[in-house]
């Protein structure tokens, strides 16, 4: 009896004096955008025409890439191809090209990728800001371009002193294709070639004959607003017309 009660003693001496392994706490497990393709798009402008930038984001693998932009102007696309270098740490990181980088920001929530990516063009102007980009196949719908004022036509009226009425057609063309002001007195009618800008932006363009003339779009009266002066030669004498001008479709 005394050799098994010893025994059982030891036994639970060598059972109080076995340490507990600690609980492991793993890591969670950091993100990798390795093989990843984000495109994402943003609406500008370009010399007073709307723009739309599309940024294509491939992550080639865990330490390079491509970005691929696309600039759409009036139907022109100058697409932009740039390699870079990265680091990611699972929340944000950096791309590095040969001389350009920017920093990102990941969501897992969506999930989205948000950075600053901005151009020069060749005059030195700067394109492009912040942009959000989305799983390839997962993008919502590219930004609409507002075509306003193009393949419009409008029309504003003046009445002389004499009781005569000057009709003035102003037609905005496609973007880059021009326009025309024809001014109609009585029988007679003066027509010009005019060049236009618009920015949307604003609600602010121009059109321009031997000058810019700038003009103002009220969309709630959907009308334009501008100030234009010309002279009508009628039978040897020159009439002075225009002035403050509502344009309406």
């Known amino acids: 009896m005394k050799r098994i009660v010893t025994l059982l003693m030891a ?4 059972a109080a004096c ?71 740490d699972g929340d944000s990181g950096l ?24 151009m020069l063009d060749q005059y030195g102007d700067t394109l492009g800001g912040e942009v ?26 003046q009445v002389l002193n004499g009781g005569d009425t000057v009709t003035f057609t102003l037609a905005f063309w496609d973007y880059g294709a021009g326009g025309s002001l024809t001014i109609r007195l009585a029988e007679h009618q003066t027509s010009t070639y005019i060049q236009w800008q618009y920015n949307p932006a604003t609600s602010n363009g121009t059109f321009t ?20 002066i010309a002279t009508m030669h009628i039978d040897g004498q020159s009439i002075a017309v225009g002035g403050p001008l509502e344009f309406r479709r």
Do not use: C
């Open 11 to 14: 036994a639970l001496l060598l």
């Open 18 to 88: 076995q340490k507990e392994e600690p609980t492991p706490n793993p890591q969670p497990a950091v993100p990798t955008l390795a093989g990843t393709a984000w495109v994402g798009t943003l609406a500008d402008t370009y010399q007073g025409y709307p723009m739309t930038i599309t940024y294509n984001l491939d992550f080639i693998d865990d330490s390079t890439g491509s970005l691929y932009v696309e600039l759409l102007v009036n139907g022109i696309t100058n697409p932009v191809d740039l390699t870079f270098h990265y680091t990611f």
């Open 95 to 118: 791309l590095e090209g040969d001389d350009w980088y920017t920093d990102f920001s990941y969501h897992a929530d969506g999930p989205t990728i948000t950075s600053y990516i901005y």
């Open 132 to 157: 959000t980009l989305y799983p390839r196949g997962e993008e919502p719908a590219p930004p609409v371009i507002d075509s306003f004022p193009a393949n419009t036509e409008w029309t504003a009226q």
């Open 209 to 228: 004959i031997q000058e810019q003339i700038p003009f103002t779009y009220n969309s709630e009266e959907d009308m334009i607003v501008t100030n234009y």
